[in-house]
Protein backbone atom coordinates (compact mmCIF):
# COMPACT_ATOMS: atom_id res chain seq x y z
CA UNK A 1 0.00 0.00 0.00
CA UNK A 2 1.09 3.51 -1.15
CA UNK A 3 1.88 4.88 2.56
CA UNK A 4 0.18 8.09 2.59
CA UNK A 5 -3.04 6.66 1.49
CA UNK A 6 -3.43 5.56 5.00
CA UNK A 7 -3.87 9.39 5.81
CA UNK A 8 -7.10 9.39 4.60
CA UNK A 9 -8.03 7.32 7.59
CA UNK A 10 -6.28 10.31 9.72
CA UNK A 11 -7.17 13.81 11.38
CA UNK A 12 -4.14 16.73 11.63
CA UNK A 13 -4.15 19.80 13.98
CA UNK A 14 -1.92 22.62 12.58
CA UNK A 15 -1.78 25.42 14.64
CA UNK A 16 -0.36 28.94 13.57
CA UNK A 17 -0.93 32.24 13.94
CA UNK A 18 -0.03 33.08 10.23
CA UNK A 19 -3.51 33.62 8.75
CA UNK A 20 -2.27 33.24 4.98
CA UNK A 21 -0.05 30.26 6.34
CA UNK A 22 -3.08 28.11 7.88
CA UNK A 23 -4.77 28.60 4.18
CA UNK A 24 -1.78 27.12 1.91
CA UNK A 25 -0.78 24.32 4.11
CA UNK A 26 -4.50 23.53 5.23
CA UNK A 27 -5.25 22.77 0.90
CA UNK A 28 -2.19 20.19 0.93
CA UNK A 29 -3.64 18.65 4.35
CA UNK A 30 -6.97 18.45 2.74
CA UNK A 31 -5.48 16.52 0.18
CA UNK A 32 -3.98 14.04 2.26
CA UNK A 33 -5.73 13.82 5.14
CA UNK A 34 -9.64 13.03 6.41
CA UNK A 35 -9.94 15.94 8.87
CA UNK A 36 -7.86 19.34 8.93
CA UNK A 37 -8.61 21.13 12.14
CA UNK A 38 -7.07 24.60 12.45
CA UNK A 39 -6.30 26.92 15.65
CA UNK A 40 -4.24 29.92 15.56
CA UNK A 41 -2.26 29.62 19.15
CA UNK A 42 -1.99 27.04 21.47
CA UNK A 43 -4.93 28.21 23.69
CA UNK A 44 -7.23 27.02 20.80
CA UNK A 45 -5.63 24.38 20.22
CA UNK A 46 -5.61 22.13 23.32
CA UNK A 47 -9.37 23.06 23.15
CA UNK A 48 -9.70 21.32 19.88
CA UNK A 49 -7.43 18.42 21.07
CA UNK A 50 -9.01 17.64 23.51
CA UNK A 51 -12.68 17.65 22.19
CA UNK A 52 -11.79 15.84 18.75
CA UNK A 53 -9.75 12.88 17.75
CA UNK A 54 -6.25 13.93 16.48
CA UNK A 55 -3.66 11.96 15.54
CA UNK A 56 -0.61 14.19 13.99
CA UNK A 57 -0.35 17.99 15.51
CA UNK A 58 1.97 20.13 13.13
CA UNK A 59 2.73 23.63 15.28
CA UNK A 60 4.67 27.06 14.54
CA UNK A 61 6.68 27.51 17.31
CA UNK A 62 6.19 31.42 17.62
CA UNK A 63 2.41 32.26 18.65
CA UNK A 64 0.08 34.72 20.95
CA UNK A 65 -1.58 33.40 24.48
CA UNK A 66 0.39 29.96 24.54
CA UNK A 67 3.67 29.41 22.15
CA UNK A 68 4.17 26.11 20.02
CA UNK A 69 6.68 24.78 22.40
CA UNK A 70 4.32 25.37 25.20
CA UNK A 71 1.69 23.86 23.58
CA UNK A 72 3.50 20.38 22.90
CA UNK A 73 4.94 20.54 26.19
CA UNK A 74 1.34 20.27 27.96
CA UNK A 75 -0.04 17.68 25.82
CA UNK A 76 3.30 15.86 26.55
CA UNK A 77 2.37 16.04 30.04
CA UNK A 78 -0.19 13.13 29.59
CA UNK A 79 0.00 12.22 25.69
CA UNK A 80 3.73 10.43 24.97
CA UNK A 81 2.23 8.69 21.87
CA UNK A 82 0.68 11.49 19.62
CA UNK A 83 3.00 12.41 16.60
CA UNK A 84 4.15 16.15 16.54
CA UNK A 85 6.34 18.46 14.39
CA UNK A 86 7.31 21.94 14.87
CA UNK A 87 7.79 24.47 11.82
CA UNK A 88 9.72 27.46 12.67
CA UNK A 89 10.63 30.87 11.19
CA UNK A 90 13.47 30.78 12.82
CA UNK A 91 16.94 28.06 13.02
CA UNK A 92 17.20 29.00 16.83
CA UNK A 93 19.37 26.80 18.62
CA UNK A 94 17.72 27.17 21.76
CA UNK A 95 14.52 26.48 20.34
CA UNK A 96 15.81 23.45 18.58
CA UNK A 97 17.54 22.03 22.26
CA UNK A 98 13.88 23.08 23.49
CA UNK A 99 12.22 20.85 20.92
CA UNK A 100 14.50 17.71 21.68
CA UNK A 101 12.41 16.98 24.94
CA UNK A 102 9.34 16.62 23.06
CA UNK A 103 9.50 13.91 20.93
CA UNK A 104 9.15 15.08 17.48
CA UNK A 105 8.97 13.81 14.04
CA UNK A 106 10.54 17.24 13.09
CA UNK A 107 12.06 20.28 13.71
CA UNK A 108 11.41 22.34 10.10
CA UNK A 109 12.10 25.77 9.48
CA UNK A 110 10.31 28.64 7.41
CA UNK A 111 10.68 28.73 4.21
CA UNK A 112 10.03 24.84 3.62
CA UNK A 113 9.66 22.89 0.18
CA UNK A 114 6.74 20.77 0.04
CA UNK A 115 8.68 17.67 -0.82
CA UNK A 116 10.20 18.20 2.81
CA UNK A 117 7.20 18.05 4.38
CA UNK A 118 5.65 14.95 1.81
CA UNK A 119 8.66 13.24 3.35
CA UNK A 120 7.61 13.98 7.40
CA UNK A 121 4.50 12.84 6.17
CA UNK A 122 5.53 9.88 4.94
CA UNK A 123 7.51 9.04 7.75
CA UNK A 124 4.21 9.74 10.17
CA UNK A 125 2.17 7.08 8.45
CA UNK A 126 5.06 4.81 8.56
CA UNK A 127 5.05 5.21 12.06
CA UNK A 128 1.28 4.50 11.86
CA UNK A 129 1.60 1.27 10.38
CA UNK A 130 4.50 0.13 12.72
CA UNK A 131 2.67 0.98 15.81
CA UNK A 132 -0.81 -0.91 14.15
CA UNK A 133 -2.76 2.63 14.95
CA UNK A 134 -4.98 1.48 12.66
CA UNK A 135 -5.84 -1.92 14.31
CA UNK A 136 -8.55 -1.69 17.02
CA UNK A 137 -8.56 -4.27 19.72
CA UNK A 138 -12.24 -5.88 19.93
CA UNK A 139 -11.03 -8.76 21.91
CA UNK A 140 -7.72 -10.85 22.42
CA UNK A 141 -8.35 -12.62 18.94
CA UNK A 142 -9.76 -9.98 17.33
CA UNK A 143 -9.83 -6.30 15.80
CA UNK A 144 -11.38 -4.08 13.33
CA UNK A 145 -8.74 -2.42 10.49
CA UNK A 146 -9.32 0.47 9.67
CA UNK A 147 -6.67 0.22 6.43
CA UNK A 148 -8.47 -2.62 4.78
CA UNK A 149 -12.05 -2.39 6.39
CA UNK A 150 -12.00 -5.14 7.65
CA UNK A 151 -12.77 -7.31 11.02
CA UNK A 152 -10.50 -9.74 11.52
CA UNK A 153 -11.65 -12.58 13.80
CA UNK A 154 -8.40 -15.72 14.57
CA UNK A 155 -6.72 -14.61 11.58
CA UNK A 156 -10.37 -14.69 9.41
CA UNK A 157 -11.19 -11.66 7.21
CA UNK A 158 -14.73 -10.21 7.79
CA UNK A 159 -15.25 -7.65 4.95
CA UNK A 160 -17.94 -4.83 5.86
CA UNK A 161 -20.18 -3.12 3.42
CA UNK A 162 -19.37 1.23 2.90
CA UNK A 163 -22.53 1.71 5.46
CA UNK A 164 -21.10 -1.10 8.27
CA UNK A 165 -18.15 0.76 8.05
CA UNK A 166 -19.39 4.25 8.49
CA UNK A 167 -21.19 3.36 11.41
CA UNK A 168 -17.98 1.14 13.41
CA UNK A 169 -15.97 3.64 12.67
CA UNK A 170 -18.00 7.03 14.06
CA UNK A 171 -18.75 4.67 16.50
CA UNK A 172 -15.12 3.88 17.61
CA UNK A 173 -14.38 7.41 17.91
CA UNK A 174 -17.22 8.09 20.19
CA UNK A 175 -16.28 5.43 22.15
CA UNK A 176 -18.00 4.66 25.75
CA UNK A 177 -20.33 7.69 24.87
CA UNK A 178 -24.16 7.27 23.95
CA UNK A 179 -24.86 8.05 20.13
CA UNK A 180 -28.25 9.12 18.87
CA UNK A 181 -29.95 7.49 16.80
CA UNK A 182 -30.62 10.59 14.85
CA UNK A 183 -26.78 11.08 14.43
CA UNK A 184 -26.03 7.83 13.06
CA UNK A 185 -29.07 8.34 10.62
CA UNK A 186 -27.45 11.37 9.32
CA UNK A 187 -24.00 9.57 8.84
CA UNK A 188 -26.56 7.35 6.77
CA UNK A 189 -28.37 10.14 5.21
CA UNK A 190 -31.72 8.11 6.05
CA UNK A 191 -34.33 8.21 8.09
CA UNK A 192 -34.98 4.97 8.24
CA UNK A 193 -34.63 3.46 11.39
CA UNK A 194 -35.04 -0.18 10.41
CA UNK A 195 -32.19 0.31 8.24
CA UNK A 196 -29.65 1.33 11.38
CA UNK A 197 -31.08 -1.41 13.21
CA UNK A 198 -30.24 -3.89 10.51
CA UNK A 199 -27.03 -2.53 10.14
CA UNK A 200 -25.82 -2.83 13.67
CA UNK A 201 -27.31 -6.33 13.98
CA UNK A 202 -24.99 -7.51 10.97
CA UNK A 203 -22.01 -5.73 12.66
CA UNK A 204 -22.40 -7.24 15.40
CA UNK A 205 -23.02 -10.62 13.68
CA UNK A 206 -19.03 -10.07 12.68
CA UNK A 207 -17.81 -9.61 15.67
CA UNK A 208 -17.07 -12.00 18.21
CA UNK A 209 -18.54 -10.63 20.95
CA UNK A 210 -21.32 -7.90 20.78
CA UNK A 211 -19.80 -4.57 21.52
CA UNK A 212 -22.41 -2.31 20.19
CA UNK A 213 -25.06 -1.77 22.65
CA UNK A 214 -28.94 -0.37 21.94
CA UNK A 215 -29.78 2.41 24.70
CA UNK A 216 -33.27 2.51 24.94
CA UNK A 217 -34.66 5.80 23.60
CA UNK A 218 -31.73 7.19 22.65
CA UNK A 219 -29.13 5.90 20.61
CA UNK A 220 -26.32 3.31 20.58
CA UNK A 221 -23.07 2.61 22.73
CA UNK A 222 -19.78 1.11 21.57
CA UNK A 223 -17.48 -0.54 24.71
CA UNK A 224 -14.71 -2.83 24.36
Partial sequence: MNNLKILKELNVLYVDDDVKACEHLSLILNYYFNTVFIANNGEEAFDIYNKKTCHLLIV???MPIMNGYEFLSKIRETDTNISAFIISSYDDKIKLKNAIKLNLL????????LSELKNVLLRFSKEIEKKNLLKF????TSYYDM?????VDKNINYPLTSFEVKIIEYLLENENKIVRYDILLDILKSTNQKSLITIIYNINKKLPSKI???VKDLGYKMSR
Fill in 60 to 62: DYD
Fill in 106 to 113: EYMCKPYE
Fill in 137 to 140: TITN
Fill in 147 to 151: SKKII
Fill in 212 to 214: IHN
